[in-house]
Structures are given as structure tokens and as C-alpha cells.
């Protein structure tokens, strides 16, 4: 079975300043997909980034890029010059046939 | 957004007593899933529907059934509600159906089971 992990239940970042949420996953397969989403208070959940794991190049999404290495099975979520607004929970979350994994989820906050 | 809809909003219900969500969609998307979720356990799948009337269960399933008679609509129902059950029920549709399809969420609904 799959499985998705992320190890730092809640972060903290000074505005203006780079973070990284770390996450992990097992799988057998060669061929998924792999995404961050973000929760802000107001319980929405929202799309922020995604991979395709047959693909050398890191996803970049404006502030937010991924550094994904597929032997290590690692998927960390990297955040430039952070801002308030980017206060929230993020999922780290695999997809293959059908299903969607999440993990548990890091709480990040950010210091003004 | 997407066009999905959860109803309702918030519920609370007492123990023993049958429950029912409901997520409606008008993206005619094919896949639906419902996931809740916890604190300390992210989001769990329970069930998902890849069709009218073909589901499949998440990880999550024991106590909740689910049916989709329609494209848009897909119910989560707990027969017999208890208190482990509350918790945020989140519904979601893939837009392509593929495992390359992001998933867009409902606003959630808030079960409180007393």
C-alpha cells in the first residue's frame, strides 16, 4: 500500500524568509503523481503545486517549487520570500489508479 | 472554483442515528470522492465513485456507505452515527479522472455526533 509522510508536524518562517516542508512516500510504482495542496483557516483546500514522477524537472509554481527525487521517494515543497498569507496547513498527497493519498499534514506559521 | 456543493454545512446528531451528506457537482466530472478529516491524520479517503453506480472503497470505509445515482450527486451515509465519527467530510471530484487529475474540494461539512 501506499503511504505518504511528512515528519514535521508544524513549522515556523519569518516573513520574507525560505521554508521547506519535507515529505516522503513509499511506493512501488514507477509512474504517479505527486502534489502539495494547502489549507488556509478557512478550511478550503487549494492546489499548489504538482509533479509528474516521470519527469526529471522540478515543478515551479511563482514562489512555490518542489525538489523532487524520485530514488529517495522524497517530495519537499520549498516556499520563497514567504508572505502571511501563506499561513496554513499543506498536504503532501500521492495519486495513482484512482486514489488520492494525503499525508498528515504540517502547520505552518509565519512570523512577521 | 469548481462546482461543488456540500450540504450541509454543519450537523450535529446524536449517537445510534442515521446520517446523510451530501456533495453535488455541476462539472459533470466522473470521478467523486469523500474524505474526512482529523486532526493529527490528515485527510482520509472513505469511499469514491469512478461512475453512476460504481464505487470503491477508501481506506477508511468500515461505517459509512456511499451512492451516486447521478453524475452530480454523491451521498455518504452513516447508518448508525457514533462519536468516532465526527469530523470534517470533505468531498472531492478529479477533473480528468486519471491519476494526473488534482482533486477540487467542497467546502466541507462539520459533523458533530454527541
Known amino acids: 500500500a501506499q503511504t505518504v509522510t511528512q515528519s514535521q508536524p508544524e513549522m515556523s518562517v519569518q516573513e520574507a524568509e525560505t521554508v521547506t516542508l519535507s515529505c516522503t512516500y513509499d511506493t512501488s510504482e514507477s509512474d504517479y503523481y505527486l502534489f502539495w495542496y494547502k489549507q488556509p483557516p478557512s478550511r478550503q483546500m487549494i492546489l499548489v503545486i504538482r509533479q509528474e514522477a516521470y519527469k526529471q524537472q522540478n515543478a515551479t509554481e511563482n514562489r512555490f517549487s518542489v525538489n523532487f527525487q524520485k530514488a529517495a521517494k522524497s517530495f519537499s515543497l520549498k516556499i520563497s520570500d514567504s508572505q502571511l498569507g501563506d499561513a496554513a496547513m499543506y498536504f503532501c498527497a500521492y495519486n495513482r489508479d484512482d486514489k488520492i493519498i494525503f499525508g498528515k499534514g504540517t502547520r505552518l506559521h509565519i512570523l512577521p | 472554483d469548481a462546482g461543488i456543493t456540500q450540504s450541509p454545512r454543519h450537523k450535529v446528531t446524536e449517537t445510534g442515528t442515521p446520517v446523510t451528506l451530501r456533495c453535488h457537482q455541476t462539472?459533470?466530472?466522473?470521478?467523486m470522492y469523500w474524505y474526512r478529516q482529523d486532526p493529527g491524520h490528515g485527510l482520509r479517503l472513505i469511499h469514491y465513485s469512478y461512475g453512476v453506480k460504481d464505487t470503491d472503497k477508501g481506506e477508511v470505509s468500515d461505517g459509512y456507505s456511499v451512492s451516486r445515482s447521478k453524475t452530480e450527486d454523491f451521498l455518504l451515509t452513516l447508518e448508525s452515527a457514533t462519536s468516532s465519527q465526527t469530523s470534517v467530510y470533505f468531498c472531492?471530484?478529479?477533473?480528468?479522472?486519471?491519476?494526473?487529475?488534482?482533486?477540487?474540494f467542497g467546502n466541507g461539512t462539520r459533523l458533530t455526533v454527541t
Open positions: 472531492a471530484i478529479s477533473e480528468w479522472g486519471d491519476y494526473n487529475s488534482p482533486l477540487h
Open positions: 462539472e459533470n466530472h466522473r470521478y
